[in-house]
Nanobody, 124 residues
């Protein structure tokens, strides 16, 4: 499977963006998809994840009540709706397929088939 994240850009504080994660290949079916982000000099951070049936795992505290993950299985696409953006949300955002179920869902090591990432920059 290949994942491709898109939709990033430059936005002002308080603005919104919707990121897309388009998947190709059969692995998308039934898969849990996670969103992560990584700012320069920082570790990759879990944002949230969504199961095949649309149920979501708890979001990171830093994005709770501002970010929403959804998916359209017919389009093999997962979305990350980001509202009330803050400068600290500036990062490269990645999506990935959860592959290793024995590992915590919040760790990047539980995932594979990472997309190439899309840059989000929030200006103050």
């Amino acid at each position: 499977v290949q994942l491709q994240a898109s939709g990033g850009g430059l936005v002002q504080t308080g603005g919104s963006l919707r990121l897309s994660c388009a998947a190709s290949g059969p692995t998308f079916e039934g898969a849990t998809i996670g969103w992560f982000r990584q700012a320069p000099g920082k570790e990759r951070e879990f944002v949230g994840a969504i199961n095949w049936d649309g149920s979501t795992k708890p979001y990171a505290d830093s994005v709770k009540d501002r970010f929403t993950i959804s998916r359209d299985n017919a389009k093999s696409t997962v979305y990350l709706e980001m509202n009330n953006l803050k400068p600290e949300d500036t990062a490269t955002y990645y999506c990935a397929v959860r592959r290793f179920l024995s590992r915590p869902i919040t760790t990047p090591r539980a995932y594979g088939y990472w997309g190439q990432g899309t840059q989000v920059t929030v200006s103050s």
